[in-house]
Each structure stands twice: as structure tokens, then as C-alpha cells.
């Protein structure tokens, strides 16, 4: 937990010295969440080490309550700050915004994400704040409700086809997640007889439009440009992660017409120790997707059976955004999965499928 909490907060008050002053502190943020990460995952071993997967790590939650929190209050100094004149400007503002997007997307996604899987009530609804404050809020239905169920299926709009480049995938996922997630909430609604006006859509929709009129309030014109700015960041590293976790893999038809259970095989991960702490264990991805509920500290990794990515999950999310660099590093890996795919079983791995 040392780590997680380290890699997480510390950039918290380089962001908001970084927001009031701009200056030397604008690049301190910027180098943290970018050159000083990279390095760390160059320099430190591959984190392969498991922890015990029936572990319950409280500190895990009031980690996540911490961040998640922190999150809302970050997001209104960062408005604030860059938008109004009393904080950065200039050129010291467009940096100021760059690191707030990134530890937006590379720490409040993450965090969000986790919150959304918990069983506790609250957690899940400040996972949705945490969302719908980034104008980003049907993840948290279309990610547990289609994702999850559908992953590594032509019916995902959140996974990549082998060949797709990000930027078609980034405008067929986002609006296919809005909609397909919209379709779960409604579904779920009538099979339990309520009233389709208790779809949380109208919350997602109502409280983007509410942070909008906040951004205008705090700062005016400037301040609503510096949120659709940060938002739409933060969508793109959301879209990024989706596209890299989950490129060109894909389940297998069964006999009887069905999927096969969601396996190890069906995600790429990353042993990289400094951003998978920043992540919270973010990029063990395929253990997530077998024990959706299981804590961030208690995911596994397991190199025998989960495709690994070559270079950390950040590294790769600035490779996707070159497709043909994309393609050259990753089409080939997709063969080696299939190959050790077809002799798998995933009976023999133990995991707890929802799919």
C-alpha cells in the first residue's frame, strides 16, 4: 500500500503549487507523471510478485475514498487556477492543464474504475461522481454492464479489433459505450418493473451539465474551455487504455454458439512496477476481468498465461496514437497469443468469469 499511496498523492501538491504559481512547479508536475514515471519503469524490476487473492486490504478503500475525494476538489482548483487570473497563465497554464489531464487520466480513471466495482453503495456512487465530473459518466454503466460481459466480442464497442486503428476505434467505443450502456440500464430497469426515469443517465446527463455551469461560475469562459479541455483528456486516456487492453483478442465460438468464459488470454497486461503502482495495479488487467470484485493490491499476474504488453501501459497508450507505429510493434504478438490460446484451458486457472 506504501507504493500505491506514494505513486498516487504525490503529485496532488505539485498540482495545485503547479495550478496557484505555474512556473517551476508546472514542469516538477509534468516531469512526475511523465519522464520521472518512465524512467522508474525502466529502472525498477518487473513487479511479478502476487499477494494473497483472498486478502481484503482495508487501506485499499480509504485509498480509493482518498483519491476519489480528492478527485472532485482537484478538478475545481484546477478550473479555478488555470481558468481564472489569479493562478498559472500563459504558458505556464497549458503545462499546469497537461499534468492535471494526465493525473485525471492516469489516476482518477483507475481509481473510478475500481470504485465502480465495489459492493459497498457509496463507493460506487463516488466512482460515478468521479465520472460524470469528467463528462464521462455512462462508464459506469456501459463498463460493468457491457464490458465486462461482452469483452473481446464484436458486441464490446470497447474492444479493438486486430487492425483497427485508435482513432477509428476512439469514435466507434465512445458513442457505442454511451448507447449500449444506455440499453443495459434500461433492460435492467423493466426487468425489475421500474420506472425507466431511474435510469442513472439522467444523473450522468444532468450532472455534466451541472459541472459545465460550475465551470462557468468558478471562471467564466476561460474556466468551462479549461474543463472541456481536462474532460476531453481524460477521455482520451480512458478510450487509449480500453484500446491497448484489449487489441486484437478475441473469444472463441463454442460449439453450442456461446463465448467461451472470459480467460487470461483476453487482456494484455504490464508487470511495469512504478506506473502499476500510479495505476493501481491498473494494467493486471485480466485477473480484473476474471475477479471484477477482487481488490487492486490482490490482482494477479501470471506470465505463462497473460499476454504481455512490451513496454509499460503508458508507453504503449502514446504508440497507439500512431497507428502504423501501433500496428508494427503489436499485430505480430497477436499470433504468439493465439498460439498458446488454442492449448488453454481455463478450468485449469481458477478463474471467476461473470461472463
Request: no cysteine.
Given at each position: ?82 481558468g481564472g487570473p489569479a493562478g498559472a497563465d500563459g ?265
Amino acid at each position: 500500500m506504501a507504493a500505491f499511496t506514494f505513486a498516487t498523492l504525490l503529485p496532488l501538491p505539485l498540482l495545485l503549487l503547479a495550478a496557484a504559481l505555474g512556473g517551476t512547479f508546472s514542469w516538477i508536475a509534468l516531469i512526475y507523471l511523465t519522464v520521472l514515471m518512465r524512467v522508474l519503469d525502466l529502472l525498477l524490476p518487473k513487479n511479478w510478485r502476487n499477494r494473497n487473492p483472498q486478502a481484503e486490504f482495508p487501506a485499499s478503500k480509504g485509498l480509493s475514498q482518498v483519491l476519489g475525494i480528492a478527485h472532485l476538489w482537484t478538478m475545481i482548483a484546477a478550473i479555478f487556477w488555470i481558468g481564472g487570473p489569479a493562478g498559472a497563465d500563459g504558458f505556464d497554464a497549458a503545462i499546469t492543464a497537461l499534468a492535471f489531464g494526465l493525473w485525471f487520466g492516469q489516476i482518477s480513471h483507475p481509481n473510478a474504475h475500481e470504485l465502480i466495482h465495489r459492493s459497498d453503495r457509496q463507493a460506487r456512487q463516488l466512482g460515478r461522481l468521479v465520472y460524470i465530473s469528467m463528462l464521462f459518466g455512462h462508464h459506469a454503466s456501459s463498463h460493468p454492464k457491457v464490458h465486462h460481459i461482452y469483452v473481446a466480442t464484436p458486441q464490446d464497442p470497447s474492444s479493438a479489433r486486430l487492425g483497427e486503428g485508435f482513432w477509428r476505434f476512439a469514435l466507434r467505443a465512445w458513442s457505442g459505450s454511451f448507447w449500449a450502456g444506455l440499453k443495459a440500464e434500461h433492460a435492467d430497469l423493466r426487468r425489475a418493473g421500474k420506472s425507466l426515469f431511474l435510469n442513472p443517465y439522467f444523473a450522468y446527463i444532468g450532472g455534466a451539465a451541472l459541472m459545465l455551469l460550475i465551470a462557468y461560475a468558478l471562471a467564466g469562459k476561460s474556466g468551462l474551455a479549461v474543463f472541456l479541455g481536462l474532460s476531453l483528456f481524460a477521455h482520451l486516456q480512458i478510450l487509449l487504455s480500453d484500446y491497448v487492453q484489449h487489441y486484437g483478442l478475441d473469444r472463441a465460438v463454442r460449439a453450442d454458439g456461446r463465448y467461451e468464459p472470459v480467460g487470461p488470454q483476453h487482456s494484455w497486461n504490464s508487470p511495469h512496477a512504478a506506473s502499476g503502482a500510479m495505476m493501481l495495479n491498473a494494467p493486471r488487467h485480466s485477473d480484473h476481468h476474471m475477479n471484477p470484485m477482487r481488490p487492486y493490491p490482490a490482482l494477479q499476474l501470471d506470465r505463462e498465461t497473460m499476454p504481455i504488453l512490451p513496454y509499460s501501459l503508458p508507453s504503449m497508450a502514446m504508440i497507439a496514437l500512431v497507428p502504423g507505429w501501433w500496428r508494427r510493434v503489436m499485430d505480430d504478438r497477436i499470433g504468439y497469443v493465439e498460439e498458446f490460446s488454442d492449448d488453454f484451458d481455463f478450468e485449469d486457472f481458477g478463474g471467476e468469469s461473470t461472463a
